[in-house]
């Protein structure tokens, strides 16, 4: 049986070894083949990452560079000893920050996955998408393929500059594979996808959002490219069912309905585009009440005039990120817009005011950082 790890940057998820900091927890979890235990080796591995938590925490939210490089060194090496140890067959590493100087980047991979480029962490990783581009094209390996999700031209050329130089074939979207159809409601997206490869009609996945067909697209050329490198086979049947089945917290999550309660980690330009977007197909004739706390080292100008054309109320708090932008501030770019708001001292207060406030028939939005989102889904865990 073909043993497959996965390790992902997220809220939660049942395929992953994860030290978390973020959230206010430490935290490892470890899965494996569709199942989030491991039993004891869970308990061991979530002891030891405790035990390094426990002594980092309080020092690791500080501006010292060289801790949090030994964070992500320990991180690294923790995940790599225990794959080593379990000798799997495939292991699917996500990178931390940019790629080009990610602690996973040492590995010779069988696949390299770039999904977009947009302006992100500008102070690591450049003020720029070109720039950006340069770090993320950092995973690229010698004559390795390398998948490019959909993205402006620009960044683009820079990963196909750099590809070239190390004559990696590039599979493109809108190349080499694309969808179309796409019909998204709040029940999931259905979309037809297509490529050299393969030709996939109405495949269904439970995430919500067009952007999620693209992403999607991605991870089945991967897929196909990977067992083709590896001569394994897999049928469409099981394809289609691991794609409906996916389940990604916080992404356009729906946590009740009358009224509706969606909450989305959408905290830069492009994920509030996406998210902006989608909810206006979704409900283009609904009152949206937005509960909003981003951080303060994002583009907050940019972030509002996405959000406030579709906001009939913004709540405007703040999370406990450290990096959390001051109500005040928040307050300012709203004010440029004239949409009504209103303030509290933290994000679950201002879900509270919310709730008394909406009808039956409108929608509630809770976003701008997976900080935020992570206060809603510790108290209906």
């Given at each position: 049986m073909l043993k497959v790890f996965f390790i992902r940057n997220e809220l939660s998820g049942i395929f992953r070894i994860y030290l978390s900091t973020s959230f206010g927890?430490?935290?490892?979890?470890?899965?494996?083949?569709g199942s989030g235990s491991f039993g004891d080796e869970q308990s061991e591995s979530r002891t030891a990452g405790n035990s390094y938590c426990g002594h980092k925490r309080q020092r690791f939210h500080s501006r010292n560079l060289r801790i949090i490089v030994a964070f992500r060194r320990f991180k690294n090496r923790f995940e790599f000893y225990y794959f080593r140890s379990k000798k799997v067959d495939t292991a699917i590493f996500e990178v931390g920050l940019g790629g080009r100087l990610d602690g996973t980047n040492p590995f010779k991979s069988t696949v390299s996955v770039i999904t977009s480029i947009s302006l992100d962490h500008p102070k690591s990783l450049g003020d720029s998408e070109e720039k950006i581009a340069f770090e993320k094209a950092g995973i690229?390996?010698?004559?390795t393929p390398?998948?490019?999700g959909k993205m402006k031209n620009s960044p683009k050329k820079v990963i196909e500059e750099i590809a070239g130089q190390k004559r990696a074939p590039i599979?493109?979207?809108?190349?080499?594979?694309?969808?179309?159809?796409?019909?998204?409601?709040?029940?999931?997206?259905?979309?037809?996808?297509q490529s050299k490869r393969r030709k996939l009609k109405s495949i269904r996945t439970n995430l919500i959002g067009e952007h999620q067909a693209f992403?999607?697209?991605v991870a089945i050329t991967a897929f196909d490219i990977f067992l083709e490198k590896m001569k394994i086979k897999i049928s469409e049947t099981k394809i289609r069912e691991a794609l409906q089945n996916v389940y990604w917290p916080g992404r356009m999550q729906i946590l009740s309905t009358n009224p509706l309660l969606m909450i989305d980690g959408a905290h830069n330009?492009?994920?509030i585009a996406a998210l902006a977007g989608n909810l206006k197909k979704l409900f283009p004739d609904k009152k949206?009440?937005?509960?909003?706390?981003?951080l303060r080292d994002k583009r907050l100008k940019k972030i509002f005039d996405l959000i406030c054309p579709i906001a009939s109320k913004i709540f405007i708090t703040k999370n406990r990120s450290q990096r959390a932008a001051e109500i005040d501030e928040q307050v300012n770019f709203v004010k440029k817009h004239g949409v009504p708001f209103e303030t509290s001292e933290n994000v679950l207060k201002a879900v509270g005011k919310a709730l008394n406030e909406v009808s039956a028939e409108d929608v509630i939005v809770v976003t701008g950082s997976l900080y935020t989102i992570s206060e809603i889904l510790k108290t209906v865990r």
């Open positions: 927890e430490c935290k490892t979890r470890i899965g494996k083949n690229i390996k010698n004559k390398v998948i490019l599979f493109e979207y809108g190349e080499d594979f694309a969808v179309s159809n796409i019909s998204v409601s709040t029940a999931g997206t259905i979309f037809d996808y992403n999607a697209s330009e492009e994920g949206i009440f937005f509960v909003l706390a981003i």
